[in-house]
């Protein structure tokens, strides 16, 4: 299976935005969806697991949510502030193979 | 404060080995699944294999399954991955982290290490 991600998304400070996962093959909504932050230059960090749950530290502006129709799973950043700039990995897994795949990532650009 | 830090990274030729480590600190390491990620320049993340606790559950993504061994010392607290038959597409920072499986049920990945750049080239 694989997981589409849009290149880049781009918003204002105090602004929110969205960032799409699609799901080709297999359900979106069988297979949990996690959400990694990344700055240039620095190692990942989850924002959201377990497709809507935030880790202990993660701020509430950010939140995820899945779509069955779509397929999908969006991670939706509210109150945009400049340290929220780089980039985001959806991730999820295949159960029946356990194999993990990661989207391409979107860049986020705080303007 | 759980620590995870890569080392043994470095320049190797095309169809040659290396091996990479991980030593942890901080964390019950005896009782997590571990996991490597790599992330080629510029590019996305790539999950390359996980390995249970005790080493009775260990899966590979297709790309490296025969080439590379996943492995760790629980004594040491420290996690392996044996790379043989490098090519150049294995050009990447490698990444240790938590896989939070064993704790989920699914894979999650967290923390993370600062990773260790392997350069595939002639």
């Known amino acids: 299976f694989s997981l589409t991600q849009p290149h880049s998304v781009s918003e204002s400070p105090g602004k929110t935005v969205t960032i799409s996962c699609t799901r080709s093959?297999?359900?979106?909504?069988?297979?949990?969806v996690q959400w990694y932050h990344q700055r240039p230059g620095s190692s990942p960090t989850t924002v959201i697991f377990?497709?809507?749950?935030?880790p202990s530290g993660v701020s509430s502006r950010f939140s995820g949510s899945i779509d069955s129709p779509s397929n999908s799973a969006s991670l939706t950043i509210s109150g945009l502030r400049p340290e929220d700039d780089g980039d985001y990995f959806c991730?999820?897994?295949?159960?029946?193979?356990?194999?993990?795949?990661f989207g391409g990532g979107t860049k986020l650009t705080v303007l | 404060e759980v620590q995870l830090v890569e080392s043994g990274g470095g320049l190797v030729q095309p169809g040659g080995s290396l091996r990479l480590s991980c030593a942890a600190s901080g964390l019950n390491f005896r009782s997590y699944t571990l996991a490597w990620v790599r992330q080629a320049p510029g590019r996305g993340l790539e999950w390359v294999a996980s390995i249970s606790a005790a080493s009775v559950t260990i899966v590979y993504s297709d790309s490296v399954k025969g080439r590379f061994t996943i492995s760790r010392d629980n004594a040491k607290t420290s996690l392996y991955l044996e790379m043989n038959t490098l090519r150049d597409d294995d050009t990447a920072i490698y990444y240790c982290a938590r896989d939070k499986w064993d704790d989920y049920g699914f894979h999650w990945f967290d923390p993370w290490g600062p990773g260790t750049l392997v350069t595939v080239s002639s």
């Open positions: 991730q999820s897994t295949d159960r029946d193979t356990q194999a993990v795949i």
């Open positions: 377990g497709d809507n749950q935030r």
């Open positions: 093959g297999g359900n979106i909504d069988k297979n949990f």
